[in-house]
């Protein structure tokens, strides 16, 4: 925050070279209680240079500080305590969110560089599982957020379209399947199909054999095989896109695994010259020994590729095309295991920015304590979910503001960003209880709270059109706008700190925090009233509407002006 900037600035001044910019902004504290200011330097660490007591340091340098966007600087024991001047930090930080409007937290940090995200990325004939929500709201998210951090990025849906399984539901479809149902209702009719395999293959285990055979013809470019596969592939497609849809999400690729096919050859060859595979089983591996790690499967014995296989390729062609300065893969932590072995291939390999590849896991989602499978064609399937919580949305909006217009689209995008904003709020790697109640309650921790909270102060802001005194001073004294204040400030920092945590809850968090604090405020003051702070206050509430709704917006929920 620019606050901090200037006090960490001035002290580095006064410090005279004792210590880096750096170094002091690392030791620079928000203090937990009031009584101990806004900002609090430490001054144990230079007791050594100075030959003095960090209390006898704190006394000295504070005497020299000072600051117009503070009221003092006093020292407290051995820390240096500074109190914001709350007229004049409310004045320029309103200023400064009613100037930028969107634009405000956007940072510099990522200007000329790429993240890559690897999000979303279903599996061709299988439903978009909750696991796969997780990861599309997640990753999106944090693209939006990597792009508020400076960076360009490049969204990814590396589609599960192809592996072994598309062997086995080959041989499902020529043995059970029926063309008019599949395109009846392709996703349920695929799965179908790929269940009935697996429960036959028990007592057949031919049809084991079978399937291998039909993916290696597939892999060989059999014109029958390819034909399905595209089909299967297609009508898939089309099904996710839907959901992309609602959510309001877009990639830029969906190179999903057989765009690497005709590149996993040079990955080996690279493995090859390096001198990395070894024989096991009659397989080709990379060991990983060193690591304490089981080796990377890259060829099985009968040649064919694995999903690890494509993953390397991938790998390189990300580096070779985007040239990426951080590459994160969002995608549950059942895969924990296979990301470090990639990573480590890639070290192995001497590339350097296997540094920069992240795998950014989470948690499950619970049914009643219970997690959610897709396996056993035990699925809850997205789109009902979707339509559950936009009916729930559309009622206690119809209750709360019956004459409300455009009921249905309002609905959609509370309905929509309750389920996102349920799966954001918490720490990435908790498990998330669904419940739709929970998720869609108007009080407590939830998207529709923010989104209500935003609707509301649009609504004061819209009661005062015409009444904002132009150029009046925007300072604000009060005690209860304080805590809004002081998020508004904080706004920069959190949208840094998510990004390095590749959390985005924490944005989540601190939306919630806003609009308690907003509706605190809200309770306890006259925001319309002749006397001189209206033009404040009512700056007040068009920031917290311009944080609100950009917040929102970076966790992909869209903020409605009435609800
Ligand atoms: N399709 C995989 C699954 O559903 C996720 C792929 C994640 N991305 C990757 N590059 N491996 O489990």
């Not at 240079?49 to 005497?63: D, G, H, N, R, Y």
């Amino acid at each position: 925050m620019e606050l901090r900037k200037a006090f960490v600035e001035m002290t580095t001044e006064q410090l005279a070279g004792m210590l880096t910019e750096e170094e002091i902004n690392a030791l620079t504290e928000q203090p937990k209680h009031d009584t101990q200011g806004d900002l609090a330097f430490p001054c144990f660490a230079l007791a050594k240079q100075f030959k003095k007591s960090p209390a006898v340091i704190a006394l000295e340098l504070a005497a020299r500080m000072q600051h117009p966007l503070f009221d003092r600087i006093v020292s407290d024991g051995p820390y240096v305590n500074a109190f914001f001047d709350k007229g004049k930090v409310s004045s320029y930080i309103l200023q400064k969110v009613l100037a930028d409007g969107a634009a405000y937290g956007q940072l510099k940090t990522g200007e000329g560089k790429t993240v890559t995200l690897d999000f979303s990325s279903p599996n061709i004939a299988k439903p978009f599982s909750m696991g796969h929500l997780r990861s599309t709201v997640i990753g999106n998210a944090l693209a939006n957020i990597a792009e508020k951090n400076g960076y360009a990025t490049v969204r990814i849906n590396h589609l599960g379209d192809w592996g072994t399984q598309f062997g086995k539901l080959i041989t499902a479809y020529k043995l059970w399947g029926s063309e008019e149902k599949v395109k009846q209702s392709p996703i349920q009719e695929l799965l179908k199909l790929y269940v009935e395999f697996h429960e036959r293959a028990a007592n057949q285990p031919e049809l084991e054999d079978e399937a291998r055979k039909w993916f290696k013809q597939l892999e060989d470019g059999n014109a029958e095989a390819q034909a399905l596969w595209n089909w299967f592939r297609d009508e898939s497609l089309q099904e996710f896109g839907g959901i992309y849809e609602m959510l309001g999400i877009r990639f830029d690729s969906f190179a999903g695994e057989a765009f690497y096919n005709d590149k996993m050859e040079a990955a080996i060859d690279l493995l090859e010259q390096k001198q990395l595979l070894s024989r096991s089983e009659g397989a080709d591996v990379v060991e990983l020994t060193e690591y304490n790690l089981p080796p990377f499967l890259i060829r099985k014995s009968d040649g064919a590729t694995l999903y690890g296989t494509r993953d390397l390729a991938a790998a390189l062609y990300r580096q070779e095309t985007y040239d990426f300065s951080r590459s994160l893969y969002v995608v549950g932590q059942e895969q924990s295991l296979h990301f470090k072995q990639l990573f480590h291939v890639l070290e192995k390999l001497g590339f350097g920015w296997a540094n920069d590849m992240v795998h950014v896991p989470f948690g499950f989602i619970l049914k009643d304590g219970k997690k959610m499978s897709t396996r056993k064609g035990k699925v809850v399937l997205l789109q009902e979910v979707i339509n559950e919580a936009i009916a729930m949305a559309e009622e206690s909006i119809a209750r709360k503001n019956p004459a409300i217009a455009d009921k249905q689209k309002i609905a959609r995008t509370v309905g929509i960003g309750a389920i996102i904003f349920h799966d954001l709020k918490n720490e990435r790697m908790n498990n998330v209880e669904f419940s739709l109640e929970d998720m869609l309650a108007f009080e407590g921790a939830t998207g529709p709270y923010v989104q209500y909270t935003h609707a509301r102060a649009c609504s004061i802001l819209a009661k005062a059109s015409g009444r904002a005194s132009e150029g009046g001073s925007l300072a604000l004294n009060d005690v209860y706008s304080w805590p809004a204040v002081k998020l508004l400030l904080a706004f920069p920092d959190v949208i840094g700190n998510s990004f390095e945590q590749n959390e985005p809850g924490q944005i989540a968090r601190y939306l919630i925090a806003l609009s308690q604090e907003f509706n605190s405020y809200y309770g306890r003051v006259k925001i319309l009233g002749e006397d001189g702070e209206q033009a404040a206050r009512l700056a007040l509430v068009e920031a917290v509407t311009i944080v609100l709704k950009e917040g929102l917006r970076l966790l992909g929920v869209a903020a409605p002006e009435k609800m």
